[in-house]
C-alpha cells in the first residue's frame, strides 16, 4: 500500500507543478504585457520564486491503527490523511500549519497580538480574549482543513461564472471623464486577467475532484483559487494617474495607470483593502490613544512602549491607517512591519491627513 500511495502523490504532486506552471507564466506575461518594467518585474521574480518553493515530495507514510487510513507528511509540513474508496486513493483530510507557526516559529499555538500575553497592555487581548491561544489551531500549531471548511461553511459545490462580455464591463462606468484609450485599456486588462483566473479555477476544480473526498471535503477555498468576475466601480484622472477601483474575488482593489514617455498606458501600482480592516476598523482611516500614556505620572506615552512606539496613537501597523496595502511593486517587507522608525513616520503622515480631512 505504501508503494501505491507514493504513486499516488507522485500524480498529485506532477499534476498540481503544471497547474501552478502553467498559470504562473500566464499571469508574468500578463504584467509584461499590461505593467510597467517595475512591476513587470516585480510578479516575474516573485511568482518563478514561488514556483521554485512549491516543489514537494512526500516523506513519512504512517497507517494509522484500525483505521484504513493513512498518515502521510511532506516536506512542507503538510499533513495528509489518504483511504481507498471504491478502488482509489483520496485525500480525506489535511493538517495545515497555521498562520501564527508560519509567521514565527516561536509563537505556535500563541495568539499573534498578544504573543501568548494573553493581555495588550493590561488588557485582554481582543483577538483570543485572554487564552494567549491562536484562534485559528486552539494552541495546535496546525489546523484541520475539513474543520476549517465546515466551520466558514463552504459550500460543497462552487459554480465556475463565465468571464464578463467587453459589452458588460464597458456598461458598467458610462460618462467618464477619462480618455477611451483609458477606459478600453483598462478593460482589455480586466477581459485577459479574468480570463485566466477563470481558466485557473476550472483546472484547480478539475484537480480537486480527482485527489480529494468530495464527499467529506467542500472545495478547498483555503488552497486552490476560486473565481469571480471582477466588477469596475470606478476610474477617473489623479493628475495625471488614472485610478481604477475594482472588486476582484469581491475584495476591493486599486489599480494604478499612467503613460509612458511612448504614450503607452502602463500599470504602475496595485493595492488591496488591508487584511486587519475588517478586524479592527477603528485603527483604520482613524486611530485611537494608547493605554500606556495612563501609566505614566505625567500623562505622556511611554517611550518605548511596543505597540505605539512612543506617539501614542495606535494605528494599524500593516497599512499605517491608510485601509490599503501596496501588493506590487512594492509591498512591505513582514520584517519591517513592526520597525518604530517606519511606525512613527506612519503615524505622522497618517495624522497629517487625517486632521486635515476632519
Same mark, same amino acid.
Given at each position: 500500500?505504501?508503494?501505491?500511495?507514493?504513486?499516488?502523490?507522485?500524480?498529485?504532486?506532477?499534476?498540481?507543478?503544471?497547474?501552478?506552471?502553467?498559470?504562473?507564466?500566464?499571469?508574468?506575461?500578463?504584467?509584461?504585457?499590461?505593467?510597467?518594467?517595475?512591476?513587470?518585474?516585480?510578479?516575474?521574480?516573485?511568482?518563478?520564486?514561488?514556483?521554485?518553493?512549491?516543489?514537494?515530495?512526500?516523506?513519512?507514510?504512517?497507517?494509522?491503527?484500525?483505521?484504513?487510513?493513512?498518515?502521510?507528511?511532506?516536506?512542507?509540513?503538510?499533513?495528509?490523511?489518504?483511504?481507498?474508496?471504491?478502488?482509489?486513493?483520496?485525500?480525506?483530510?489535511?493538517?495545515?500549519?497555521?498562520?501564527?507557526?508560519?509567521?514565527?516559529?516561536?509563537?505556535?499555538?500563541?495568539?499573534?497580538?498578544?504573543?501568548?500575553?494573553?493581555?495588550?497592555?493590561?488588557?485582554?487581548?481582543?483577538?483570543?480574549?485572554?487564552?494567549?491561544?491562536?484562534?485559528?489551531?486552539?494552541?495546535?500549531?496546525?489546523?484541520?482543513?475539513?474543520?476549517?471548511?465546515?466551520?466558514?461553511?463552504?459550500?460543497?459545490?462552487?459554480?465556475?461564472?463565465?468571464?464578463?462580455?467587453?459589452?458588460?464591463?464597458?456598461?458598467?462606468?458610462?460618462?467618464?471623464?477619462?480618455?477611451?484609450?483609458?477606459?478600453?485599456?483598462?478593460?482589455?486588462?480586466?477581459?485577459?486577467?479574468?480570463?485566466?483566473?477563470?481558466?485557473?479555477?476550472?483546472?484547480?476544480?478539475?484537480?480537486?475532484?480527482?485527489?480529494?473526498?468530495?464527499? +467529506?471535503?467542500? *472545495?478547498?477555498?483555503? /488552497?486552490?483559487?476560486?473565481?469571480? @468576475?471582477? %466588477? #469596475?466601480?470606478?476610474?477617473? =484622472? &489623479? +493628475?495625471?494617474? *488614472?485610478?481604477?477601483? /475594482?472588486?476582484?474575488?469581491?475584495? @476591493?482593489? %486599486? #489599480?494604478?495607470?499612467?503613460? =509612458? &514617455?511612448?504614450?503607452?498606458?502602463?500599470?504602475?501600482?496595485?493595492?488591496?483593502?488591508?487584511?486587519?480592516?475588517?478586524?479592527?476598523?477603528?485603527?483604520?482611516?482613524?486611530?485611537?490613544?494608547?493605554?500606556?500614556?495612563?501609566?505614566?505620572?505625567?500623562?505622556?506615552?511611554?517611550?518605548?512602549?511596543?505597540?505605539?512606539?512612543?506617539?501614542?496613537?495606535?494605528?494599524?501597523?500593516?497599512?499605517?491607517?491608510?485601509?490599503?496595502?501596496?501588493?506590487?511593486?512594492?509591498?512591505?517587507?513582514?520584517?519591517?512591519?513592526?520597525?518604530?522608525?517606519?511606525?512613527?513616520?506612519?503615524?505622522?503622515?497618517?495624522?497629517?491627513?487625517?486632521?486635515?480631512?476632519?
Amino acid at each position: 500500500m505504501k508503494t501505491k500511495i507514493k504513486e499516488f502523490f507522485k500524480d498529485y504532486y506532477n499534476t498540481k507543478q503544471e497547474i501552478l506552471s502553467e498559470f504562473i507564466n500566464a499571469k508574468i506575461d500578463l504584467y509584461q504585457k499590461y505593467g510597467s518594467d517595475t512591476v513587470a518585474k516585480f510578479f516575474e521574480v516573485n511568482l518563478k520564486y514561488e514556483l521554485e518553493q512549491s516543489e514537494t515530495k512526500i516523506e513519512a507514510v504512517i497507517p494509522l491503527q484500525n483505521e484504513n487510513i493513512y498518515l502521510c507528511e511532506d516536506n512542507k509540513d503538510d499533513v495528509y490523511y489518504v483511504s481507498e474508496k471504491e478502488g482509489r486513493l483520496i485525500i480525506n483530510n489535511m493538517m495545515l500549519p497555521c498562520d501564527c507557526m508560519i509567521m514565527d516559529k516561536d509563537l505556535k499555538g500563541k495568539c499573534i497580538m498578544c504573543k501568548g500575553e494573553t493581555v495588550v497592555d493590561d488588557i485582554e487581548c481582543p483577538m483570543c480574549q485572554g487564552s494567549g491561544m491562536c484562534y485559528m489551531c486552539d494552541g495546535e500549531g496546525k489546523y484541520s482543513l475539513k474543520n476549517f471548511l465546515h466551520q466558514h461553511l463552504v459550500p460543497s459545490d462552487i459554480p465556475v461564472e463565465p468571464v464578463p462580455s467587453r459589452q458588460e464591463l464597458e456598461n458598467e462606468l458610462t460618462d467618464l471623464d477619462v480618455p477611451d484609450k483609458v477606459h478600453n485599456n483598462l478593460i482589455d486588462y480586466i477581459l485577459e486577467k479574468d480570463q485566466i483566473a477563470h481558466d485557473e479555477y476550472v483546472k484547480w476544480n478539475n484537480f480537486y475532484q480527482k485527489f480529494f473526498d468530495t464527499k +467529506q471535503l467542500p *472545495y478547498p477555498v483555503n /488552497l486552490f483559487p476560486i473565481y469571480t @468576475p471582477t %466588477v #469596475l466601480e470606478d476610474l477617473y =484622472n &489623479d +493628475q495625471e494617474v *488614472y485610478i481604477s477601483r /475594482l472588486l476582484v474575488e469581491n475584495h @476591493p482593489r %486599486v #489599480l494604478a495607470f499612467k503613460e =509612458n &514617455d511612448e504614450n503607452k498606458l502602463e500599470l504602475i501600482k496595485i493595492k488591496d483593502m488591508c487584511t486587519m480592516f475588517e478586524e479592527s476598523p477603528e485603527i483604520h482611516q482613524n486611530y485611537t490613544q494608547c493605554p500606556c500614556a495612563e501609566e505614566t505620572t505625567d500623562g505622556n506615552p511611554i517611550s518605548d512602549c511596543e505597540f505605539c512606539f512612543g506617539t501614542g496613537i495606535l494605528i494599524c501597523s500593516l497599512c499605517l491607517g491608510t485601509g490599503w496595502t501596496t501588493v506590487a511593486p512594492d509591498p512591505v517587507d513582514p520584517e519591517n512591519i513592526d520597525n518604530p522608525e517606519r511606525y512613527k513616520k506612519g503615524v505622522e503622515e497618517f495624522m497629517e491627513i487625517f486632521t486635515e480631512d476632519n
